[in-house]
């Protein structure tokens, strides 16, 4: 079965002025464990809306999110998933090397493991060199695969990533895409990947699912079936 699978789900966002906006129609999708997919689309389509109902930040309006057979809710509770957002939300004064173990400390991973994880993360996402460093002294490329590296910390089932290089300048971004396949080649985690740059989810994912606007439905489901890098 899926490890993640998303039935009939809708959304519609009340708005003051009495028109609701309807951003899901009826979106029904399955996702097996291991595969990289990017949710494809327009601005306004409904992708971080489906990213945030996955993510539990959002209830959908009707339908239904179960994640190995349990609730965003539990798998949200568990931090069972990691997530990176178009900006990393760093703290500035801390270093690199705090940023990535907060979550862990929040979690009660003990402190020898913490310094092993930071280790290992530090060096997936190549910063070796700059984990005593602040964030205002990377370039936003670094700043952003310290969002990677802190979100995968924690060993999370998944990661759910919204537009995290569209930031970014054209040579960051593909050469983040490239380490972001290295790095998913290694880890094998299942990835969600939100983006409205279509060469970009073709080089990255296993399948692309490209949502329509007006009002978000699932138009295509595409498998890519590429050699990697
Ligand atoms: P995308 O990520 O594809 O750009 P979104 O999921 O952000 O799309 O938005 C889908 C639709 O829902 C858009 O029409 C957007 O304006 C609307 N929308 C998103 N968030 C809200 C909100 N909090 N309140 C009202 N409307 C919203
Ligand atoms: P990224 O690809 O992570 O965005 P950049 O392309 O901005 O990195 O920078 C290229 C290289 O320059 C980095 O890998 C790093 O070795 C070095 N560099 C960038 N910013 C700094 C900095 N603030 N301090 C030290 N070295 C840096």
Same mark, same amino acid.
């Given at each position: 079965t899926a490890e993640i699978q998303i039935k009939n789900v809708s959304m519609t966002y009340p708005v003051n002025n009495g028109?609701?906006?309807?951003?899901? /129609? *009826?979106?029904?999708?399955? &996702?097996?464990?291991? #595969?990289?997919?990017?949710?494809?689309?327009?601005?306004?389509?409904?992708?971080?809306?489906?990213? %945030?109902?996955?993510? *539990?930040?959002l209830q959908p309006t009707s339908g239904s999110v179960s994640i190995r057979g349990q609730s965003p809710r539990d798998i949200r509770m568990q931090k069972k998933y990691g997530i990176v957002f178009q900006s990393p939300v760093l703290y500035d004064w801390r270093t690199v090397r705090? /940023?990535?173990? +907060?979550? +862990?400390? &929040? +979690?009660?991973?003990?402190k020898k493991e913490r310094t092993a994880r930071i280790n290992q993360m530090l060096e997936l996402v190549g910063l070796q060199?700059?984990?005593?460093?602040?964030?205002?002294?990377?370039?936003?490329? +670094?700043?952003?695969?310290?969002?990677?590296?802190?979100?995968?910390?924690?060993?999370?089932?998944?990661?759910?990533m919204d537009e995290p290089f569209s930031a970014l300048d #054209?040579?960051? %971004?593909?050469?983040?895409?490239? *380490?972001?396949?290295?790095?998913?080649?290694?880890t094998k985690?299942?990835?969600?990947?939100?983006?409205?740059?279509?060469p970009e989810s073709v080089f990255l994912s296993d399948r692309?699912?490209?949502?329509?606007?007006?009002?978000? %439905?699932?138009?295509?489901?595409? *498998?890519i079936d590429l050699p990697r890098p």
């Amino acid at each position: 079965t899926a490890e993640i699978q998303i039935k009939n789900v809708s959304m519609t966002y009340p708005v003051n002025n009495g028109e609701d906006v309807v951003a899901l /129609n *009826d979106v029904s999708l399955d &996702i097996q464990e291991g #595969e990289f997919i990017s949710l494809l689309g327009p601005s306004g389509c409904g992708k971080t809306t489906l990213l %945030r109902i996955i993510a *539990d930040l959002l209830q959908p309006t009707s339908g239904s999110v179960s994640i190995r057979g349990q609730s965003p809710r539990d798998i949200r509770m568990q931090k069972k998933y990691g997530i990176v957002f178009q900006s990393p939300v760093l703290y500035d004064w801390r270093t690199v090397r705090r /940023n990535i173990c +907060m979550p +862990m400390e &929040i +979690m009660g991973i003990p402190k020898k493991e913490r310094t092993a994880r930071i280790n290992q993360m530090l060096e997936l996402v190549g910063l070796q060199d700059f984990g005593y460093k602040y964030p205002f002294e990377l370039s936003g490329g +670094m700043q952003q695969r310290v969002g990677i590296a802190r979100a995968l910390a924690l060993n999370p089932e998944f990661l759910l990533m919204d537009e995290p290089f569209s930031a970014l300048d #054209e040579f960051t %971004r593909e050469k983040l895409n490239e *380490d972001l396949l290295s790095i998913w080649s290694k880890t094998k985690k299942t990835v969600i990947f939100v983006t409205h740059n279509i060469p970009e989810s073709v080089f990255l994912s296993d399948r692309v699912v490209v949502l329509s606007p007006h009002p978000g %439905r699932l138009s295509a489901v595409v *498998d890519i079936d590429l050699p990697r890098p």
